[in-house]
């Protein structure tokens, strides 16, 4: 069923309200509010429908709406306005950031610290290589029990192995096994080198003795070398003053998620092409996370890392807001460390399309 303007309008009325008193809204509060010249009693029965529909739900039977995810998707897809930065937000940012720091890890705290303390929610930063895959193998015939592996890696590095096998292996072997991994295991990551991919490999080669494996397992442990990343968790006292968590288990259970940087590291990446997306309660793969939204952005960090900094809270969160100022942030960013001509300062960093006010 197609959501007509109205309902629309409705919706987003009562998430902005929502998002600022953290209470179920009534459609008495929404006709006060002015942004709909329409009765009370018209704005509760498109508010009912609303909720059959899935955009809002009851908590109680006497009590007003709240946002259902749903809902909070359809308004970041298509209701909320965007905001732009004020020229003090901008300059409290631009004070922040400018910064002359020469280790990424200390770089990384203190833009999550940055980040958190103008979001008012916590902040997960992390910066990492690009994801790395293997553009060439050769594999160089030593003697019957030897031979050494060679990798060039996207960002030119290179990386061998010597083997030495217990028992003998022809020649023509190790070239063939060559030619299969230079069709088959080039320009994958870490993750696409599977046991199926193993499999058919050996196949493809006529492989019994185990060669394949020998050089997966080296490619494998060589991707992941060059893919760890470093992460850090900032603001966490912030999550405690959001009324969905001030249960101190919940809160306990994601603040204990989030430190861990295994689990920052798995974070969703940026799927949408573009360089923010926003993951909405239920939309989050990890059971701790399914009543929280998360927003991240992605930045270019240089020498072939990227990094994201991503925005953890409750589903009511301010959309519009986080994802102005994670814009800013990670543009600025990408600027300072993605550029050898990187300006010292966001002095004259805008929002894409916007002049701040």
Excluded at 12 to 32: L, M, N, R
Excluded at 73 to 94: H, P
Excluded at 189 to 199: A, G, S, V, W
């Amino acid at each position: 069923m197609e959501i007509s303007e109205r309902k629309k309008k409705i919706l987003s009325a009562v998430i902005d309200a929502y998002i600022a008193t953290a209470e179920p809204v009534g459609s008495k509060a929404i006709a006060e509010s002015g942004v709909l010249d329409i009765s009370s009693a018209t704005i509760r029965n498109e508010m009912a429908e609303l909720t059959a529909m899935g955009y809002l739900e009851q908590p109680h039977t006497s009590a007003g709406r709240i946002p259902s995810p749903q809902g909070y998707r359809l308004y970041v897809n298509e209701l909320m306005e965007r905001q732009r930065l004020s020229l003090d937000e901008t300059e409290q940012i631009n004070q922040s950031m400018n910064l002359k720091i020469q280790q990424l890890d200390k770089l990384m705290n203190d833009v999550g610290r940055v980040a958190a303390s103008l979001t008012q929610y916590p902040v997960v930063a992390l910066a990492a290589p690009v994801a790395a895959t293997i553009t060439r193998y050769d594999l160089i015939y030593v003697d019957a029990n030897t031979f050494i592996v060679v990798v060039m890696l996207n960002d030119k590095a290179v990386h061998n192995k010597l083997i030495h096998l217990p028992f003998s292996v022809e020649q023509s072997m190790i070239s063939r096994i060559s030619s299969v991994f230079n069709t088959m295991f080039t320009g994958i990551t870490e993750d696409k080198i599977t046991p199926e991919l193993i499999d058919s490999a050996e196949r493809a080669c006529g492989d019994t003795m185990g060669l394949v494996s020998v050089v997966s397992t080296f490619a494998i442990e060589t991707l992941k070398e060059t893919t760890h990343g470093e992460a850090v968790f900032s603001g966490a006292s912030h999550l405690l003053r959001q009324p969905e968590f001030r249960d101190p288990d919940k809160a306990h259970e994601i603040m204990n998620y989030l430190s861990d940087s295994e689990h920052i590291l798995g974070l969703p990446a940026i799927t949408s092409g573009g360089d923010l997306e926003v993951i909405i309660g239920p939309e989050n793969v990890a059971e701790e996370l399914k009543d929280s939204s998360v927003i991240i952005a992605r930045y270019d960090a240089g020498d072939n890392m990227q990094g994201l900094i991503g925005v953890v809270g409750p589903t009511r969160m301010d959309y519009s807001g986080v994802a102005a100022k994670l814009s800013y942030i990670a543009e600025g960013l990408s600027r300072l460390l993605g550029s050898a001509a990187a300006p010292p300062g966001f002095e004259k960093l805008q929002l894409k399309g916007d002049e701040p006010k």
